[in-house]
């Protein structure tokens, strides 16, 4: 079974402050993860994939396959960074590509 | 960039009547597309993958006589609630793939259809 689990419903940072979203997931296979971030008012959008290994917005996230976890990172966080971020994993072979979610967190950023 | 719409934004009806929600691919042609049902505060959940030309994949402890799905071409899927109870109430957002239905495709959602059964 695919699982993600992302344990902070909110989290709540100064402007400039390094902020870091946990995620950890459980898959018994090669998993693919994701960050998408959804900004007020508006749709779930792609932030991130693990296989592309880029930064988006000064956001990084490396897959830790030993700790089984995706922890989204920015060293300086921005008013509009705030939003709902969600983990997701996708699996590998047959039906596993569906994607699964966590439960987000819902990012502040103060000013 | 692609782009997935959703129809309509909002609806509101009554218990015992059935909603048809529509999904479009606005600017990709789309092989799959998924519909997930998002509660208050909580994650989106899965409800069934829609392939062009051939019957919806649900997902377990989905019904699927009561959730019916239908992707008649490469750029529309719909969701229809049939007799919808106040049960049904809940954010339904789908989600389209453009490419050839790898399993690898990057999702992009439409922007949701919030339903109110009363």
């Known amino acids: 079974a695919q699982r993600v689990t992302q344990p902070e419903k909110l989290l709540s940072v100064f402007k400039g402050a390094p902020v870091e979203l946990k995620c950890n997931y459980s898959?018994?296979?090669?998993?693919?993860l994701f960050w998408y971030v959804q900004y007020s008012r508006q749709r779930l959008q792609l932030l991130l994939r693990h296989i592309s290994r880029e930064s988006i917005k000064g956001f990084t996230a490396d897959l830790n396959k030993g700790e089984t976890s995706f922890h989204l990172k920015k060293p300086f966080a921005q008013e509009e960074d705030s939003a709902m971020y969600y983990c997701?994993?996708?699996?590998?072979?047959?039906?596993?590509?569906?994607?699964?979610f966590g439960k987000g967190t819902l990012l502040t950023v103060n000013p | 960039g692609a782009v997935v719409s959703q129809h309509p934004s909002r609806v509101i009806c009554k218990s015992g009547t059935s909603v048809k929600i529509e999904c479009r691919s606005l600017?990709?042609?789309?092989?799959?597309m998924f519909w997930y049902r998002q509660f208050p505060k909580q994650s989106l959940m899965l409800m069934a993958t829609?392939?062009?030309?051939?019957?919806?994949?649900?997902e377990q402890g989905v019904e699927k006589d009561k959730f019916l799905i239908n992707h008649a071409s490469l750029t529309l899927s719909t969701l229809t609630v049939t007799s919808a109870h106040p049960e049904d109430s809940s954010f339904y957002i789908c989600?389209?793939?453009?490419?050839?239905?790898?399993?690898?495709?990057?999702?992009?959602f439409g922007p949701g259809t919030r339903l109110t059964v009363l």
């Open positions: 997701a994993l996708r699996g590998s072979g047959g039906s596993n590509y569906k994607l699964t």
């Open positions: 898959y018994s296979g090669s998993p693919e």
């Open positions: 829609s392939n062009e030309g051939s019957k919806a994949t649900y």
């Open positions: 989600s389209a793939s453009p490419g050839q239905g790898a399993p690898t495709d990057t999702q992009y």
């Open positions: 600017d990709f042609q789309a092989t799959t």
